[in-house]
């Protein structure tokens, strides 16, 4: 890699390479050189970069003139029982994808720069937070609300990216925007890419690495079964019926156990019972092996 993590800058043939910053004046001083010849686009990441993180890279090469990227794995969505310490950290080699990718800026904070001692504030999204992931996982919305504000406020870009596969992120920091009537970024610039999948059909997800290699082999049963589900729903079968099949082949499939597996409305989250006019999705997530994986598909009528 040209770059080096211990520099701000690299130039090639008078063209700026990818900047590697780590503290915040640097990353103030590189965002105003950035944003002083064209428009900046986020994509924020805990790193451990994939197919579907790149595929955000190319979506805001088309949506901005320039692209910053941020690594941090965020303590506060990590709760006390959760995968922190083994979340994958390759630095080096995220840089390296990033850098091939055109990427102008690379926002990788230590946990001092983002959470200085005395730190106290945290912010807080109710509604769309709750039930799924918000269930499962007390506090994890905090956490996320609460760091990308912050990288909001320090990248103050014009447009930032997220995956489809965390849908319920999507609408807890597009919530958050619209309420903090943020500027940088606005809520409606606020862009969903759909979800990468492997070619039969799984979810790309740096968690997918901790599957043994049955445990991978199983795990197709997750985006089979959500399209057996969404097929008998669209078919006339009752919700709650579809879902319970869902979840039993799941088990039947080798998951150890099944979180939720629930129809919703796109945009609010409200639980759907009955089909209405409002677009839904069918959100899942099940263990199996050392992974707790996610998925959510669109309810086509």
């Given amino acids: 890699m040209r770059a080096s993590l211990s520099r701000h800058a690299v130039l090639v043939q008078g063209v700026p390479d990818v900047q590697i910053v780590q503290q915040l004046d640097p990353l103030r001083s590189a965002v105003d050189g950035l944003k002083a ?40 969505q990590f709760g006390p029982k ?13 840089c390296e994808l990033l850098e091939a990718e055109g990427v102008a800026l690379v926002w990788a904070p230590d946990l001092a720069a983002m959470y200085p001692a005395g730190y106290a504030t945290g912010v807080s999204v109710s ?41 319920q992120q999507l609408a807890v920091i597009r919530r958050m925007a619209r309420d903090l009537d943020l500027v940088l970024p606005r809520a409606e610039a606020i862009l969903g890419v759909p979800t990468v999948r492997e070619a039969d059909g799984l979810a790309l997800s740096s968690r997918n690495a901790y599957l043994s290699e049955a445990d ?62 409002a677009p839904a999705r069918l959100f899942v997530a099940a263990r199996i092996g050392g992974a707790r994986l996610i998925d959510n598909m669109p309810l086509v009528l």
């Fill in 82 to 94: 959760e995968d922190l310490a083994r979340y994958p950290r390759q630095l080096e080699r995220d």
């Fill in 127 to 167: 509604g769309v937070s709750e039930g799924l992931c918000g269930e499962m996982r007390p506090g994890h919305f905090d956490g996320v609300a609460t760091v990308v504000c912050k990288l909001f406020n320090q990248v103050r870009p014009d447009v930032a990216l997220f995956g489809e596969k965390d849908w």
């Fill in 216 to 277: 991978r082999k199983a795990a197709v049963a997750l985006p089979d079964g959500m399209k057996v589900a969404i097929a008998a729903i669209r078919a006339g079968a009752p919700i709650a019926e579809a879902t319970a099949a869902l979840k039993a082949g799941l088990t039947a499939a080798g998951f150890a156990s099944v979180d939720y597996a629930e129809l919703r409305e796109a945009a609010s989250l409200v639980s759907v019972e009955v089909l209405g006019e």
């Fill in 37 to 76: 010849s064209g428009t900046l686009a986020l994509v924020p990441t805990m790193g451990a970069l994939h197919e579907g993180h790149l595929t955000l890279v190319r979506a805001a090469r088309a949506a901005a003139t320039h692209i910053a990227v941020s690594i941090f794995v965020n303590p506060r």
